[in-house]
């Protein structure tokens, strides 16, 4: 995690700094290096030129994406309009990598420090708290708490006990920062609010501890264990000033919310979530990659089994170990606490599945896939539930049975799930979602689901080779969210062996593009869906710098 944010000077740097050139509809972006500098020569179709200099480089699992300053002006360093994608070996618009609406173009921006700064860099922990301190909804600024986005029963609560000291901390970081508080008499909460409002205006590079995930961004400042290596340190907050209370505290617990801190997925304003719920309002879980962590919180196991039994937070993440975990041999990590399934007879009277098949592994069921992945393929959801939970056959599509069972209808998989579990559906329900009880799943969610729903019956007819969906696939190369193109483009690439479509240019070149490259496809309109409905959490202004886009 220490390379998600490193000095450009003397980076290794994957993307081409060679003059490669990338247009994105009429603007184009030049990408070269002088001596041990790289630079951004940004054009647009309006005649304008900006040249900037790359000076951080952001990831490297997964892409690259750059930060850099006006070459002329100067200035804040800003995030540049460009990624360089590993799987595909091209540049890609940034922003395209989540849930945002279409761009007419490329500009620079948001500001950095308001922006990435806190996940991927090592800040002083009083910065992290202030959001919790300050209150139940406080100014939007990088260091807000998970704890909102939770249901009340699961939120820990952070509460100051000596308001003096409390102020002192935040007086002292505020003229660190070049600011005085204005009235440091004030309760916690005013003082809190206050400094969020300096953090946000003045918190840049020279404010960090390191450049990049250090230790303390996860393990909080260790004086103790630096002077004895036998005291562990700490992984929640702490100060002579500060409570932090913990609904079922566990070591496992405590990892948790040290991980979600960062991957809770907060940066896109796409209004919808799992569980059919809304990103302003009853939120459930994330359809994308980086909201683990608040997921995991939601889900059953969040008390006694941490993110480290899967993952290993210090290492690259090894792909074999991951993929063993998602076969039958891998659920002696969940049999740890649920020992009776480890007998196989128990599991197939528990699953309905063979034991030792595909559908023996208790994430096929628990953790299904169906969350968009940094690359391209999708990933599994961690909020640990049932695919028999009602939130889920009721609030969303497609059922997630169909997930490995994609040739199956609504009434067939219920009928299933009632007989084999003590469940029951309302059918008027499942026929407002579906249209019909005898529709196959997979091909009506990809023709009535909300965009992220969509996105998985895409995923799933292109790994199933679908040729009879290709031309319910292709419509989407028009969706009004690029990501969701960039999933119809790939499904259509692995049904038809070829879709060369440049999803950078216009609609009508895309559509020219679909009707010769993509077996003769023509992009007629999809039947009558739930509309996204922009509004108040669905999105923000081209033009904003107030958020990050990814």
């Known amino acids: 995690m220490h390379r998600m944010t490193r000095e450009a000077n003397g980076a290794e740097v994957r993307a081409p700094f060679d003059g490669t050139q990338w247009r994105f509809k009429e603007d184009s972006v030049v990408l070269d290096r002088r001596g041990g500098d790289r630079f951004f020569h940004i054009e647009t179709s309006r005649g304008a030129r900006n040249d900037y200099r790359v000076t951080l480089v952001l990831g490297g699992r997964t892409r690259e994406d750059f930060v850099g300053v006006d070459v002329v002006t100067g200035g804040d360093e800003l995030v540049l309009p460009v990624s360089y994608v590993f799987k595909t070996g091209a540049l890609r618009y940034k922003g395209y990598s989540v849930m945002v609406h279409e761009r007419t173009g490329l500009r620079a921006g948001p500001r950095w420090k308001n922006a990435c700064v806190f996940c991927h860099n090592t800040v002083p922990q009083i910065d992290r708290v202030l959001g919790a301190v300050c209150g139940p909804k406080p100014s939007p600024y990088q260091g807000e708490q998970v704890d909102r986005w939770l249901p009340i029963e699961r939120r820990q609560t952070t509460s100051v006990v000596e308001n003096g000291a409390f102020a002192q901390s935040v007086a002292a970081e505020s003229m660190h920062l070049g600011h005085t508080l204005r009235r440091e008499s004030e309760p916690a909460g005013a003082l809190a609010c206050q400094a969020i409002g300096i953090v946000r205006s003045d918190f840049d590079r020279s404010s960090l501890l390191e450049v990049g995930i250090g230790c303390e961004a996860c393990h909080g400042g260790a004086r103790e264990h630096a002077l004895d290596p036998?005291?562990?340190?700490?992984?929640?907050?702490?100060?002579?000033?500060?409570?932090?209370?913990?609904?079922?505290?566990?070591?496992?617990?405590?990892?948790?919310?040290?991980?979600?801190?960062?991957?809770?997925?907060l940066f896109s304003r796409y209004p919808f979530t799992w569980e059919g719920g809304r990103r302003d309002a009853g939120a459930g879980g994330s359809h994308i990659n980086s909201g683990e962590g608040r997921d995991f919180l939601l889900g059953g196991?969040?008390?006694?089994?941490?993110?480290?039994?899967?993952?290993?937070p210090h290492g690259s993440g090894d792909a074999v170990a991951l993929d063993a975990l998602a076969t039958p041999a891998g659920n002696a990590t969940c049999t740890r606490c649920h020992a009776d399934l480890a007998d196989r007879g128990r599991l197939r009277n528990h699953s309905h599945h063979d034991p030792?098949?595909?559908?023996?592994?208790?994430?096929?069921?628990?953790?299904?896939?169906?969350?968009m992945g940094l690359d391209g393929?999708?990933?599994?959801?961690?909020?640990?539930?049932?695919?028999?939970?009602?939130?889920?056959?009721?609030?969303?599509?497609?059922?997630?049975?169909?997930?490995?069972?994609?040739?199956?209808?609504?009434?067939?998989?219920?009928?299933?799930?009632?007989?084999?579990?003590?469940?029951?559906?309302p059918r008027p329900r499942l026929e407002e979602l579906y249209g019909s009880l005898d529709a196959n799943v997979i091909r009506t969610?990809?023709?009535?689901?909300?965009?992220?729903?969509?996105?998985?019956?895409?995923?799933?007819?292109?790994?199933?080779?679908?040729?009879?969906?290709?031309?319910?696939?292709?419509?989407?190369?028009?969706?009004?969210?690029p990501l969701v193109r960039e999933w119809a483009k790939r499904a259509l690439t692995s049904i038809l062996g070829r879709c060369d479509v440049d999803l950078a240019a216009d609609d009508d070149t895309i559509r020219r593009q679909a009707l010769s490259s993509c077996g003769g496809a023509t992009l007629e309109a999809a039947p009558a869906k739930e509309p996204a409905r922009r509004g108040r959490g669905s999105d923000w202004p081209a033009s904003s710098d107030e958020d990050p886009e990814d």
């Open 445 to 481: 969610t990809l023709d009535r689901g909300k965009p992220h729903e969509k996105v998985v019956a895409i995923a799933a007819l292109g790994e199933a080779r679908a040729r009879d969906a290709a031309s319910r696939v292709a419509r989407e190369l028009l969706d009004e969210y």
């Open 356 to 371: 030792a098949g595909a559908g023996g592994a208790c994430v096929a069921c628990h953790m299904p896939r169906k969350n």
């Open 377 to 425: 393929s999708l990933t599994r959801y961690h909020r640990i539930g049932s695919p028999t939970d009602p939130a889920r056959v009721l609030g969303d599509r497609p059922l997630e049975c169909a997930l490995c069972h994609g040739d199956r209808s609504v009434r067939t998989l219920v009928d299933a799930m009632e007989a084999w579990w003590p469940v029951r559906y």
């Open 301 to 312: 196991c969040a008390s006694a089994m941490a993110c480290t039994a899967c993952h290993d």
């Open 230 to 265: 036998g005291v562990r340190p700490s992984l929640s907050p702490a100060a002579p000033w500060l409570r932090v209370d913990v609904p079922n505290p566990s070591p496992a617990a405590a990892i948790n919310r040290v991980c979600a801190g960062c991957h809770q997925v």
